[in-house]
Structures are given as structure tokens and as C-alpha cells.
């Protein structure tokens, strides 16, 4: 389909005009008839999700549309407080004066959403830009027609067009939108991608929020539970079969842990897919060709410890752990962005930098260890955009933290009410009285300055 962007555009700044997003209720109203019709379609939503890739079901219910109904209620719940002015402490250099903080729409936004969890990284953005009264245009990824198929019509029943409205296509159709003025542009993909938004919006000077990727480290102690680590390990790096921005990229292990840990890894992943993953129901396949060829290439087959087989035809890859492949190889270069887990070892600190600084700074980290001295010295040590100690992924899970990456990993964050404030601009008011009005400011200075030093000192 061709779209008219320029046009799309024009008529949701129209829309915007109108003011009737500036209406909270009608807010509120729209949220409710999208959690409706969210309700109703999940079932279609979760076959759109196994027809792109194979996700299943569970995951799907748990990771995509679990979430968008979980944060569309909490936003219906909250969204009456958070629209509200807030009033701060008044500066007494403003005596008398009410100060409020007002949160104010930006205006027509653009999210660009990936193929990952192509439903709730698209929803859930969308629900902050609605909440705070924006227009928005939603370009889910090319990687997954069907999931985009099935956004398009929720949003189009939901929502007039000028107001919300799907634009499907790949890169020419993303660049064609990044060519317009936007008020707010959210993406979330791939840090060369987010270098190009970033690019795109610096012209008009349009805020942006990137959520981006990296090479996120998971640090395994030898004072831990092995089994333990070892399972919430494997969920969360083999969940969409590892196609997740905040799956631990690869493991640091403390050297003589190593084969107790890297035995109950192995075990575990047996457990959990059975001795042929490619029968297993609860294990996703790879988006497409060139993400399977890209993944295949990393697989050294001196360097596996369990797995490594790969069926092009189903675009399967087996859940893999590679045995310390070299840095300057190609599972240790970049981000991995699916099934396969490389096992580093440490026997010192340094060791432990000397890894993770090769890398920019990373979505995720995650330290497993019982010695909270040493996690919480891992946890202040590096910079990353969220993480965990003792688990995975789960920091995700709970929308009153922030999610979002820092330096490469990305820029600014969204969840619960931050998604509210991130499509808000905070527009600060000082109501003054007119009872009193105090000289001081006011020229001629001459023989105020130790008023105004005085005010400065102590208010
Ligand atoms: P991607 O950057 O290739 O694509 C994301 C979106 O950008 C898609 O809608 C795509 O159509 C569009 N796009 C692609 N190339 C473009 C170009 N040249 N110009 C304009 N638009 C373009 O990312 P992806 O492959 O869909 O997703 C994987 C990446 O996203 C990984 O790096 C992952 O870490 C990251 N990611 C981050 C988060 C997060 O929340 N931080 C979540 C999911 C995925």
C-alpha cells in the first residue's frame, strides 16, 4: 500500500488542533475501548505471533499481550492523577506564589517498533502517547506481517485514523515518516537504526526516545545455587528463542565454577526442551533467513557444549552454549539477538572489566552470586540501562522501574507512569498574587545587593 505520509501527517496535527486529546476522559474512554478490543483479540493476536515466528503461546500470553492488558489497566487506573497538575513547594524568592507542574501533550508522535515482541513493544508505547493526549502513528516491523496485520485493525477499530493510525512497511516506508516533523519520535531496534532516527530527528530538533540493544554480561559467582541460576539463566536467554533485548548476552563465570555451573546449565536446558528442541512446543524459531544465516555463522563446532544443530528450512537453531570462543569472534562481537550463549570465566575482578569493557554500555546486566558485597560491587561498578541480581529479564516485569538503555544501549525510558511523562512535556507555572510584590529585584539596584545576597544564601 501506498501511503501519503506528508498527508497522514498533516491530518493528525488537524486532529491534534481540535483539542479533543487535551480531554482526559476522552482519554481514559479510549484506553478502556482498547483494552476491550485487545481482550477480544488475543487469541488472534497470539496466532499472529505463532504464524511469524513460532512463539508460543504461553510466551506469547506472558511477554506480549499479558503485559499490554496489565499496563492499560494500570494506566486507566492512574491516568486522572498523573494528567493533574501537580503543585510543588513554592521558592520563597517567589513569595507569594502557587507553582504547578502541568503535563502537556507534545503533539503528533511517531513510534517505529521491531519484529521481537512485535505486539507489546508497538502497544506499549502507544498506550503512554495516547494516555498524554498525543496523536500517533505506529510503524510496526516488516518481519512480522501478521502480527502487524492483526495491530492495524485493533487500532482502526479503536480509534479514528487522524487520531491513531497503523503505517505498514519496511525501511523505505520507516524513512519516508522520518522525513516529516514530528513532535516526538519513540523507536525502538537496533542501535545503528537508532543512530538514524537519532539522525533524522536532529534537524527539527524533534525529542526522541531510543530503545536500543547490546551486549548484555550475566556474572555467575561461585557462591551461588547453580541449579537455581541456572534455570532463570535459561528462561530468560532462550525465551523467543533469545531474540530478546535484555536476554543475557553471554556469561562470565568464575573459573573454578565453571564445570559444576556449566553441568547444571547443560542439564537444565535439557530439562526444559527435551532432548530434541526442535520438537519442543515451547521454543520459538528465528525471525528470517538473515538473522538465521548471521546466527548460524557464530556456531564453532569445537566450541559447543550442547546444541549447535540448525535446520535453515524451519529457520530452527538450537538453544547452544559455546565454550569461551574468542573475543574477536563473531558470537563475541556484537550483539547476539538469539539462541546461542557463550561461557567467559573470570578469576579476578580486573578480569571481569577487562570483558565487560570491551563492549558499549549494555541494556541488561545480571550477577548471580550469594555474596551481596560482590553483587552490589558489580551492580555500581558498570553503567547499564536495568538488570538484576539472582534472576533475569524480570526487572522488565514491574512498570513502576524505569526501562531503558544508556549510552549506546539507548536514551531515555518508558513503563507505568513514565511512559505518561515521556510523551508529556512538563510545563512549569508560577501563579503570583497580586497582595504583595517585594522591591528587591526591581532596578534602580543601587544598595540591594545585600538583600539579594541574603536571599541568596538562605532561600
Ligand atoms: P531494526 O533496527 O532493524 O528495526 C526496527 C524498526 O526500524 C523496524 O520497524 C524497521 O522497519 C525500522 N528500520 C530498519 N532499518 C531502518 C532504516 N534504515 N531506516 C529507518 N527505519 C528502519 O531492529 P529489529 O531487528 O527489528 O530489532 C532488533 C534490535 O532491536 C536488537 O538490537 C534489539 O536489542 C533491539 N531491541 C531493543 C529493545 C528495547 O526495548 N531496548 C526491544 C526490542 C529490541
Redesign the pocket.
Known amino acids: 500500500m501506498e501511503y501519503n505520509c506528508a498527508e497522514i501527517v498533516l491530518a493528525q496535527k488537524k486532529y491534534f488542533a481540535t483539542g479533543r486529546t487535551k480531554n482526559v476522559q476522552y482519554r481514559k474512554m479510549l484506553l478502556k475501548k482498547l483494552l476491550k478490543e485487545v481482550q477480544k483479540r488475543e487469541n488472534d493476536i497470539c496466532d499472529a505471533l505463532y504464524a511469524d515466528f513460532k512463539k508460543p503461546k504461553f510466551e506469547a500470553v506472558m511477554t506480549e499481550t499479558g503485559i499490554i492488558t496489565s499496563e492499560l489497566r494500570f494506566t486507566i487506573r492512574k491516568l486522572k492523577s498523573w494528567a493533574k497538575a501537580k503543585r510543588v513547594f513554592p521558592s520563597l524568592l517567589n513569595f507569594p506564589s502557587k507553582d504547578r507542574i502541568h503535563s502537556e501533550p507534545f503533539g503528533t508522535t511517531l513510534i517505529?517498533?521491531?519484529?521481537?515482541?512485535p505486539y507489546q513493544?508497538a502497544l506499549s508505547p502507544l498506550i503512554g502517547a495516547v494516555a498524554a493526549g498525543n496523536t500517533v502513528v505506529l510503524?510496526?516491523?516488516?518481519?512480522t506481517p501478521n502480527t502487524a496485520t492483526v495491530l492495524e485493525e485493533i487500532i482502526t477499530e479503536v480509534f479514528e485514523k487522524d487520531h491513531v493510525t497503523v503505517v505498514k512497511g519496511?525501511?523505505p516506508v520507516?524513512?519516508k515518516l522520518?522525513a516529516e516533523r514530528w513532535d516526538y519520535i519513540f523507536?525502538?531496534?537496533?542501535?545503528?537504526?537508532g543512530k538514524?532516527?537519532a539522525k533524522a530527528a536532529a534537524p527539527n530538533l524533534t525529542p526522541v526516545t531510543l530503545?536500543?540493544?547490546?551486549k548484555n554480561p550475566c556474572i555467575v559467582d561461585i557462591h551461588t545455587d547453580f541449579e537455581l541460576a541456572a534455570k532463570r539463566i535459561v528462561w530468560g536467554k532462550f525465551l523467543n528463542a533469545g531474540q530478546t533485548?535484555i536476554a543475557p548476552d553471554y556469561l562470565i563465570v568464575q573459573a573454578q565454577a565453571k564445570f559444576d555451573f556449566t553441568k547444571a546449565l547443560i542439564e537444565e536446558i535439557h530439562k526444559t526442551f527435551g532432548e530434541n528442541p526442535q520438537e519442543s512446543p515451547d521454543f520459538a524459531r528465528i525471525v528470517s533467513e538473515k538473522n538465521f544465516d548471521r546466527l548460524a555463522s557464530m556456531i564453532k563446532e569445537d566450541e559447543v557444549l550442547v546444541g549447535g544443530s540448525t535446520d535453515k528450512d524451519n529457520l530452527y537453531i538450537a538453544p547452544t552454549v559455546l565454550d569461551e570462543p574468542a573475543f574477536d569472534s563473531e558470537a563475541m562481537k556484537d550483539?547476539i539477538?538469539g539462541p546461542i550463549l557463550p561461557i567467559q570465566v573470570y578469576s579476578s575482578l580486573e578480569d571481569i572489566s577487562n570483558i565487560i569493557e570491551r563492549y558499549e554500555k549494555p541494556?541488561a546486566l545480571y550477577v548471580f552470586s550469594k555474596d551481596n558485597k560482590f553483587a552490589n560491587r558489580m551492580i555500581t561498578s558498570y553503567s547499564f540501562g536495568g538488570g538484576a541480581i539472582n534472576d533475569t529479564i524480570m526487572h522488565f516485569g514491574n512498570h513502576r522501574l524505569p526501562?531503558g538503555?544508556v549510552g549506546e544501549?539507548?536514551m531515555g525510558a518508558y513503563h507505568g507512569k513514565l511512559s505518561f511523562d515521556t510523551f508529556s512535556h512538563k510545563k512549569s507555572v508560577i501563579k503570583k498574587a497580586n497582595w504583595l510584590d517585594i522591591p528587591v529585584r526591581y532596578a534602580p539596584y543601587k544598595g540591594k545587593m545585600k538583600f539579594l545576597n541574603f536571599f541568596l544564601k538562605y532561600f
Open positions: 517505529i517498533a521491531p519484529w521481537n515482541y513493544l510503524k510496526p516491523s516488516e518481519l519496511g525501511v520507516s524513512q522520518l523507536f525502538t531496534g537496533s542501535v545503528h537504526v538514524i532516527v530503545e536500543l540493544g547490546g533485548c550483539e539477538f541494556l526501562f538503555g544501549s539507548g
